[in-house]
């Protein structure tokens, strides 16, 4: 595609459900990061992906947290358990540099509220 | 855990003038890259230094970096209205990992 597509764009759920966001990235592109950031807050980094393997989970916030990728490209993150802290956007990112982190490409997020 | 802070926080200036954005990080990186948020949802990249440069301009843009100090500032001239947004420094650590910043909110009045 044109650029990094996200779905979906807003999700409420109750608390306690599973949630699973999708992040379709640019073609090619061999890096994907998620990162969350509340309202009105910085980006927090989650995870990052080289292809299909996850070199660094350090910022998955609890084991509740999982995310995978598929064939190089489409990423899931899976939310378990869904916290009312977890309601924040959850903003997905691709890059297609390889060696060290160039110009990153962002979706337009998607939206969690958990009540 | 954060990597870079900016400062201000946030600033307010009237179209015309210079905004200066200032971002200090904690670790040595391969490069820092300054980013535009607008409306609370995707970040659109402006500019990339590398760490063995000091300066580095793109239009209406001028990053300067100060690898001794650990810092950068991002100069954005002759402001205009369309500027408003949120300006976040990122660092990339290590190899892949890039962090970022907690932002700086810039209000630019017509």
């Known amino acids: 595609g044109a650029g990094v597509s996200q779905s979906p764009s807003n999700k409420v759920t109750e608390k306690g459900k599973d949630v699973e966001l999708r992040c379709d990235p640019i073609?090619?592109?061999?890096?994907l990061y998620w990162y969350r950031q509340s309202l009105g807050q910085g980006l927090e980094f989650l995870i990052y992906f080289q292809g299909n393997s996850a070199p660094d989970k350090s910022g998955l916030p609890s084991d509740r947290f999982s995310a995978e990728r598929t064939g190089g490209s489409v990423s899931t993150l899976t939310i378990q358990r869904t916290q009312q802290e977890d309601s924040a956007v959850y903003l997905c990112a691709s890059s297609s540099r390889v060696l060290s982190a160039g110009e990153l490409f962002f979706g337009e997020g998607s939206r969690l509220t958990v009540l | 855990s954060q990597q870079g802070e900016e400062d201000p926080q946030a600033l307010s200036i009237q179209e015309g003038e210079n905004a200066t954005m200032n971002c200090s990080y904690k670790t040595s990186i391969n490069n820092l890259q300054w980013y535009r948020q607008n409306s609370g949802r995707g970040l659109v990249h402006l500019i990339l230094i590398r760490s063995n440069e000091r300066e580095k301009h793109s239009g209406r843009l001028r990053v300067t970096l100060d690898t001794s100090k650990k810092s950068s500032s991002l100069l954005i001239t002759a402001s205009r209205a369309a500027d408003t947004a949120s300006y976040f420094c990122a660092t990339a650590v290590n190899t892949d990992k890039l962090i970022f910043g907690t932002g700086t909110r810039l209000q630019v009045f017509p």
């Open positions: 073609s090619g592109h061999t890096a």
